[in-house]
């Protein structure tokens, strides 16, 4: 049985959707994905599969647009949220999501992983059930996918989180090398990162 205080932290699903797409030379988010539609609308209707709140996180007003579209056609809540400057990576972007959602787990999920199925968020979520206050993370096989874990809230992680930016830490991964964290294996297939045209058939 999962502990109680697993039933009474919430769970929000957070897209991330903020990047400039340097490397591909185009939109990633906005490229067509293999259920139809685009990246980000394959990515927000794979997260509503899951049941909970979802929030996108976004500098680009067009994506923001487009889910508003869509967000009719899910079955959970959908909250737009516009990434204020300085935009400075996923550690910046986390740090704001943790002081928006306080005390919740973060199920956070980038944009740029097309191939994702609901099982493999569904994997972190039972993981979590279990250890509803532990920060954990996917794993490859190789090597961590931080991108795609569950961050859970704490007032505690966040002031540690925004000593780090103060400090000048852009790293996500140093400052996870100081976090107590768990890893979980997901199939490696799933967990692809897009971030050059040769990584998706088609655009190279």
């Not at 007003?61 to 899910?74: D, I, K, W």
């Not at 794993?139 to 780090?164: F, K, N």
Request: with cysteine.
């Amino acid at each position: 049985m999962s502990p109680p205080e697993a039933a009474v932290t919430p769970i929000q699903a957070c897209l991330l959707s903020g990047g400039a797409s340097r490397r591909m030379g185009r939109d990633k988010a906005l490229l067509p994905h293999p259920q139809g539609g685009c990246w980000l609308e394959g990515q927000l209707r794979m997260l509503a599969q899951l049941g909970h709140p979802l929030c996108l996180l976004s500098a680009h007003a067009s994506h923001r647009r487009l889910a508003a579209a869509l967000a009719p056609s899910l079955a959970v809540p959908l909250e737009l949220l516009d990434e204020p400057s300085p935009r400075e990576g996923p550690l910046r972007a986390l740090a704001r999501l943790m002081a928006h959602f306080p005390n919740q787990r973060l199920l956070l999920c980038p944009v740029d992983m097309p191939w994702l199925t609901a099982a493999e968020p569904q994997a972190l979520l039972a993981a979590s059930h279990q250890q509803p206050q532990r920060l954990l993370l996917a794993h490859d096989g190789c090597r961590p996918q931080p991108l795609l874990g569950i961050y859970p809230s704490s007032a505690e992680r966040l002031q540690d989180l925004e000593r780090s930016l103060a400090s000048g830490e852009r790293r996500l991964q140093a400052w996870l090398a100081q976090q107590p964290h768990d890893l979980v294996p997901l199939d490696p297939g799933r967990l692809r990162n897009c971030n050059h045209p040769q990584d998706w058939p088609g655009l190279g």
